[in-house]
């Protein structure tokens, strides 16, 4: 049996039809930016995430990029930033000129630990980025609180978890903007690249709407410098009728995920940990093995795709070799020993089960050499 990591063609056969009928209306209609599709996108996408405001930008770095950009946040300041993360979030605060400032995570969750936070405070600190790694929100209650403390902006990253809840509340709406990506291979994927902003905040909106337009709300009066950041007519009408599948498809994650929970202890690896308040996505379903590179190769060799989230943390990338970031165990730790499973929403019972006997069998092979 095969079972690769993910397969956009089986989620997209679902909508076929549906998909062809979105893109011919924007064909016929003549109109590719800026338009109604957009529109109608934008407000369907804030009222899923519960918040007033979407603002459709060209991907999801340029949301990060842009609402940081919104808030005025630039060379001098300073901004916190989960060591365990995408690049792209700390590339969104050097974009900015301002300066990532690395908070590690909580080994079990894999998210920014709240409890590290108030040391990388200074009295340059503008915002802190959370990040919803892997589909489950960061503990926002005592980020915000933090922020609340100190003055500062908090951000969501939420690019992996669309749709995700914290407390019963939207990734999106719980800090006071987000930025999210709708790369293919997000939970909620566009056929190219895509990215939003949410707040609640209208100045905000305001600024972002400028900023990926040229800087400009009239057109040809240019009032600030901006960028040409937008969400195409077709990427909207199709994300449209891909969020009418969202929750379905998030549901259908979460049961694998279930399944994997249950019958995935005593395999010699750590779990996902998944907090009372967390109800996540399941984005990836991450676990940590002493033993990865043998598993990877184990399952590989079984016809089973793994990916690595992230082998290389931000901090030791080459663009960023010249900062002094210390020591940061906990990331380095995490991408040596993160492996990320299939999951994905067309995955069938035979395939998750064949996954974990794989991983049962690789597990007993472990048991079996060290005896
Ligand atoms: C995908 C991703 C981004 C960037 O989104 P793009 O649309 O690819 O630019 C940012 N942050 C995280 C956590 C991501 O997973």
Known sequence: MKVPFLDLKASHNELEAQLNVAFQKVLKSGLFIMGPELDAFEAEFADYCGVKYCVGVGNGLEALHLVLRAYGIGPGDEVIVPTNTFIATWLAVSQCGATPVPVEPRIDTSNIDPALISAAVTSRTRAIMAVHLYGQTADMDPINEIAAMHGLVVIEDAAQAQGARYKGR?????????????????????????????????????????????????????????????????????????????????????????????????????????????????????????ERAALQSFLQANGIASMIHYPIPPHQQGCYAEGRWGELPIAERLSREVLSLPIYPTMNTKEVAYVIEMIKNFAQLGLMTRM
Request: charged share 25%.
């Open 170 to 290: 939207r990734a999106g709406s719980l800090g006071h903007a987000a930025g999210t990506s709708f790369y293919p291979g997000k939970n909620l994927g566009a056929l190219g690249d895509g990215g939003a902003v949410l707040t609640n905040d209208k100045a905000i909106v305001d600024k972002v709407r400028r900023l990926r337009n040229y800087g400009s709300e009239t057109k040809y009066q240019h009032d600030v410098i901006g960028y040409n950041s937008r969400l195409d007519e077709v990427q909207a009408a199709l994300l449209r009728v891909k969020l009418g599948k969202l929750d379905a498809w998030n549901c259908r994650r979460a049961e694998i995920a279930r399944t994997f929970l249950g019958q995935l202890h005593d395999c010699g690896m750590e779990l996902p940990h998944v907090p009372d308040w967390a109800d996540p996505v399941w984005h990836l379903f991450v676990i940590r093995s002493p």
